[in-house]
């Protein structure tokens, strides 16, 4: 679905932010790209979609190179969620704004239509409300309905849940969360909540100054204390937890686990006595 | 934008007090004004591009002359056409389009818009706009109030311009293709963008009044800044010499 090959990228009169990238994200993927600030996040994720060039090497996102392609043409099938809903709301009305991705990618009319109704329907949104005055939530659950409802093939989320409070955030990352489930919606998501990653994200980039430090599943990057303190970054807290009670915990990853796990070994003490 | 940036550095020109710059570029530009002779304009124009490189700016002002001298070559047209005293020199079947007194003001006046407005740019390219602000602020006490819109404004517009690039990223992104060459149609599109920048600069400015107001903004005086801006003899020299420089561009 996305491919970095020897990818290399700077910003105009810098030394490179990536010296020389590369890595693969198959379809259906809940892929979570952690680093920490200025470690190049936002420059790969709009290397992904065409809105950024690379200096060098190539990037391949739903079989177009995005050399080649036109960025509005990658739009159709890579959809990106900025981290302020603010700079993509643009029209009077919610309805408005859902659809109007789809109006310029050229939809068929009676598509749109429908589209943005489900939409609406499914992030809870009135389709007449003026977007400007709601709360920063509602924004930017607006914002993202608004990528979603062209049904893309992979959506780059970059900071998606800064700013809202818990409600929010599980509202729009369960949504997200569903969509991959079910319709095998690629997602990479840009993110340096370690306790988000670890409850939704099934793979973790570790970032670190443009360079690819650890790539695996959640559960193994998580334990690996060495490389998240390299990258400078924290682990989530039931999997710290395990790592400090050492031996009998390795295993535990989240909440439930702890818990049962817990539960268990106090059931053992008490039947002994 | 880029020709107006600062461009730090240490001779002779940046070491002068920012007031002292802002004087003697208004004084050179005023000599320029008043000479009514071609030949001490376009030595004006000359010594301005050599005063320039002495601060290593000798390219910048031959780049900002070039601009210039497009606009003044429009004025040049302009007034050609208008000035219709002193012997005619294009003529035909019977009407005069251009004279000898015409083509005499219209080069005066294109030379000086190149002459008068070359100092005021360079200003720019030796003067912080912050350290220009404090040096009217302390020195002539202009109340800080309005020193600060002016820096502000200039710190706004390298902000503006990211935000701008921003929205139009967040826009391509979801599909909107701003590199058409229909004028029309691209207007159509980037109408609507202006809107995310209202709202997000609006947002910004707001925060940044509260919290200048939080700060004790209005404690301020003109004895609050930190910055001392001394003046020395080099300073009193500049504004001899220019001074001098009326005198003579008068009298020639
Ligand atoms: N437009 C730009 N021009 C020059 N340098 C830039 C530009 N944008 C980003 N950089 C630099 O590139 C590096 C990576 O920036 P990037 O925004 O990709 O980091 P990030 O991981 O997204 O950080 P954050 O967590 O703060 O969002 C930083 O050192 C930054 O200073
Ligand atoms: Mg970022």
Not at chain 2, 29 to 58: D, K
Request: charged share 20%; hydrophobic share 45%; glycine share 8%.
């Amino acid at each position: 679905m996305l491919e970095f090959k020897h990818v290399s990228y700077h910003y105009p009169a810098t030394p490179p932010v990536i010296p020389d990238l590369s890595f693969k994200i198959e379809k259906g993927e809940f892929v979570a790209l952690a680093g920490s600030n200025g470690a190049g996040k936002s420059t790969i994720s709009r290397l992904s979609n065409g809105l950024l060039l690379p200096s060098s090497g190539e990037v391949t996102v739903g079989g177009f190179n995005t050399k080649t392609t036109r960025a509005s043409q990658i739009a159709r099938k890579v959809a990106f969620l900025f981290q302020n809903p603010d700079r993509q709301i643009c029209q009077n009305t919610v309805r408005e704004e859902v659809s109007f991705g789809m109006r310029v990618q050229g939809f068929p009319e009676e598509e749109i239509k429908a589209r943005t109704e489900a939409a609406l329907e499914t992030f809870s949104l009135n389709g007449d409300w003026s977007p400007f005055t709601r709360s920063r939530g509602e924004r930017q659950r607006i914002a993202l309905a608004s990528v979603l409802a062209g049904k893309p093939e992979l959506v780059i989320l970059d900071e998606p849940t800064t700013g809202l409070d818990y409600k929010e955030c599980t509202a729009i990352m369960d949504h997200i969360a569903k969509l991959n489930r079910e319709e095998g919606l690629t997602i990479l998501m840009v993110c340096h909540d370690m306790e988000l990653i670890q409850s939704y994200a099934g793979r973790v980039l570790v970032l670190n100054r443009g360079t690819l430090l650890g790539d695996g599943p959640t559960r193994q990057i998580m334990k690996d204390r060495e490389l998240l303190s390299k990258a400078r970054l924290r682990p989530a807290q039931i999997p710290n937890l395990a790592l400090r009670l050492g031996a009998g915990f390795e295993d535990v990853y989240t909440v439930d686990e702890m818990a049962a796990l817990l539960q268990k070994r106090a059931g053992h003490k008490e039947g002994e006595e | 934008m880029n020709l107006l940036q600062y461009q730090p550095g240490n001779s002779f020109l940046h070491r002068l007090n920012p007031i002292t710059k802002l004087a003697a570029a208004f004084l050179y530009g005023a000599a320029c004004i008043i000479s009514g002779n071609l030949f001490l304009v376009t030595a004006l124009i000359i010594l301005m591009i050599l005063i320039a490189a002495t601060a290593g700016l000798g390219g910048r002002a031959l780049r900002l002359t070039r601009n210039l001298l497009i606009l003044g070559a429009l004025m040049f047209i302009i007034q050609l056409f208008f000035v219709r005293s002193g012997d005619p020199l294009l003529v035909t079947g019977g009407f005069v389009w251009v004279t000898t007194g015409g083509l005499v003001s219209a080069l005066l006046l294109s030379l000086r818009v190149v002459a008068a407005m070359l100092p005021l740019m360079l200003l720019f390219a030796i003067t912080e706009i912050s350290d220009l602000c404090g040096a009217l602020v302390k020195k002539l006490h202009v109340p800080y109030r309005y020193a600060f819109i002016v820096t502000t404004a200039f710190r706004f517009v390298p902000l503006f311009t990211s935000e701008f690039h921003d929205i139009e990223d967040a826009q391509r992104a979801r599909g909107v293709e701003y590199d058409t060459r229909n004028i029309v149609k691209k207007v159509q599109l980037v109408a609507p963008l202006f809107v995310p920048l209202l709202t997000s600069s609006l947002r910004k400015v707001d925060a940044g009044a509260i919290s200048a107001e939080v700060r004790g903004f209005n404690l301020r005086t003109y004895n609050s800044g930190y910055q001392q801006y001394p003046f020395h003899l080099a300073d009193g020299a500049a504004v001899v010499l220019l001074v001098a420089l009326i005198v003579v561009s008068a009298v020639l």
